[in-house]
Structure formats: structure tokens, C-alpha cells
């Protein structure tokens, strides 16, 4: 019963900006910790940014830390994801995946449970 459904991808250029949207369903989502991971054919699944339920804590991957800022609002049940001044190795199918287990923390996909079926970012120049 749990659903994640992706929105806001598209082409931008290097420099530009894009908002990423995740709607939620299917489960207490203020429960549990939310990441974005994203996915290309040759480096495989890299995990980008987290956020705890409540919004306490955020955590990102060194290659979007300063750029790129996770946010979520519990009573919309949607996570978002605001990237700024995009590079060209920002091209991938970016997903939201839920944690398994409430209130954990959970930065790689041995913890996920569910993802979206992703929105498609390519930035070229």
C-alpha cells in the first residue's frame, strides 16, 4: 500500500536550479527518516541526501553539500528536494526511498523498504 511518486525533473543548465517533489502514501509519514538517491548506468545507486521525520536533522553526500537542500512538510506528506547550481554529473534518475524501521537513520539501500520509480534530471551544456 505504500506509494512514492516522484515529480519536478527535467533538462537544466549547468548553474541552474530544479525542485524535486515526492508524495508520500500509505504509511505515517512524520515516522520515518526520508532519503534521495540517484541512479545512472555507469556509477550505479549513489545516496544523496537524508532527513529525519521531524525534520531535526539533515545529511548529504559530499558531492551535493552546499548545492542541494532537503526538506519535507509532514502535513502534506511530501518530501522535496531543492537543487542549486547544477553540474553536468547531476544527470540521473533521482529517487525517494523510505527507511525501514521508524525513527533510524538510514543512508544506503540494505534499509530501505520502498522507492519511487524515480524523475528523470540531465543537465547539459
Known amino acids: 500500500q505504500v506509494q512514492l511518486v516522484e515529480s519536478g525533473g527535467g533538462l537544466a543548465q549547468p548553474g541552474g536550479s530544479l525542485r524535486l517533489s515526492c508524495a508520500a502514501a500509505g504509511f505515517t509519514f512524520s515516522n520515518y527518516f526520508m532519503s534521495w538517491a540517484r541512479q545512472t548506468p555507469g556509477k550505479g545507486l549513489e545516496w544523496v541526501a537524508g532527513i529525519h521525520g521531524d525534520g531535526s536533522d539533515t545529511y548529504y553526500a559530499d558531492s551535493v553539500k552546499g548545492r542541494f537542500t532537503i526538506s519535507r512538510d509532514n502535513a502534506k506528506n511530501t518530501l522535496y528536494l531543492q537543487m542549486n547550481s547544477l553540474k553536468p554529473e547531476d544527470t540521473a534518475t533521482y529517487h525517494c526511498?523510505?527507511?525501514?524501521?521508524?525513527?533510524?537513520?538510514?543512508?544506503?539501500?540494505?534499509?530501505?523498504?520502498?522507492w519511487g520509480r524515480g524523475t528523470q534530471v540531465t543537465i547539459f551544456s
Open positions: 526511498a523510505k527507511a525501514r524501521h521508524v525513527r533510524i537513520m538510514c543512508d544506503k539501500s540494505v534499509c530501505w523498504d520502498f
